[in-house]
């Protein structure tokens, strides 16, 4: 099936960003469900390697994307999937980069850099995003796990990269590549550095960004590192939200853990006033299925 193209034209994109394991998929999954049961066209996307999102939405349905409710669309991109998309828009011309420098086979270098660079699949998911956005073909899209700040600041270095050649544009100017491009090494950086700008100025323009954290020590911990990265690249983190928060007292164990809790949820109000704050509480049964995925829908949307 194919998405319907949506007649708004204000598509809006929100990525899930936090620690591992604090509930980022789960509250992707429920905005996602929530916008298309008001009529949006929605399409809910992750690049999990583990299908996480396939698990929730209890689909086996092999289409990309794939429909899992009325308005809502599932697509889940794997590394390989990443590794062609960037092939395919840089993979070339970085090549003819590199290869003024080093003797490597093309595959080889492919490999060598979807592999071992980290965040460059997340980094990637960016532009790809971006494109899918300017075509308006849904009114919102929904990301499972943006890249925490450190990852998008890898968007820059193309910036940083051409600063620092800027001493030597002779010689980077007359370093003429291979045939195909018939470029100079300078040339290809400032294009580079121009797709990473027009990249940063999306994820400031266009993106809201949720933070999803549990009432625990080190989730707490790590929030001023996120929202610290966040802060330096000018993106609108928009909405916190706390998960897992024991709102059931009715035994010892329980109450206890309640106890844990609170001056974790104290901090936060108070270290973050001026934003969103949502409480999710945790809840007793697995989230699985449409039916489960609306319970959290209510409270992330009263
Ligand atoms: N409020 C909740 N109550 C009960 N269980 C929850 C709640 N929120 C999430 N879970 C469960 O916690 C587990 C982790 O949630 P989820 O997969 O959404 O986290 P994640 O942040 O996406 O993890 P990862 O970083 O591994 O991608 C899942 O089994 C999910 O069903
Ligand atoms: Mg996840």
């Known amino acids: 099936m194919h998405p319907s ?5 204000n598509g809006k994109v929100i990525m899930f960003t936090g620690k591992g394991g604090v509930g980022k998929t789960t509250c992707a999954a429920a905005t996602a469900l929530h916008y298309a049961s008001c009529g949006e066209s929605t399409l809910v996307l992750s690049t999990d390697p583990t299908p996480s999102l396939s698990h929730i939405f209890e689909t086996t349905d092999r289409q990309k994307p794939k429909q899992v409710a009325e308005n809502l669309y599932l697509q889940e991109v794997g590394l390989n999937e990443v590794k062609q998309m960037w092939d395919k828009k840089f993979g070339r011309e970085v090549y003819e980069v590199f290869s003024t420098l080093v003797s490597v086979s093309y595959e080889d270098f492919v490999d060598f850099i979807t592999s071992i660079l980290p965040g460059l ?4 998911m960016v532009d790809y995003l971006k494109g899918l956005f300017q075509q308006k073909t849904y009114a919102r899209i929904v990301w499972d796990t943006a890249p ?12 940083m990269l051409s600063q620092h050649l800027k001493p030597a544009p002779r010689i980077y100017s007359k370093l003429k590549l291979g045939s195909e491009t018939r470029r100079s090494v300078l040339d290809i950086i400032k294009g580079w550095e121009k797709l990473s700008g027009q990249d940063m100025d999306f994820l400031r323009k266009d993106v809201s960004f949720t933070l999803v954290t549990i009432p625990e020590a080190l989730a707490v911990a790590q929030l001023e590192s996120i929202m610290g ?3 330096k690249l000018e993106g609108r983190i928009e909405r916190l939200v706390i998960n897992n928060v024991v709102q059931d007292t009715s035994s010892a164990f329980l109450m206890t853990k309640a106890e844990m809790q609170k001056p974790y949820i104290e901090l936060i109000r108070q270290r973050y006033q001026g934003m969103e704050i949502t409480e999710i509480p945790l809840l007793p049964s697995e989230i699985k299925g449409i039916a489960a995925l609306q319970h959290i829908t209510q409270y992330l949307f009263r």
Not at 5 to 9: E, I, K, Q, V
Not at 121 to 124: H, K, S
């Open 148 to 159: 925490l700040g450190q990852t998008l600041g890898l968007l820059q270095t193309p910036a």
């Open 229 to 231: 990265e966040f802060d």
């Open 121 to 124: 699949a997340d980094e990637f």
């Open 5 to 9: 193209n949506s007649t708004t034209d």
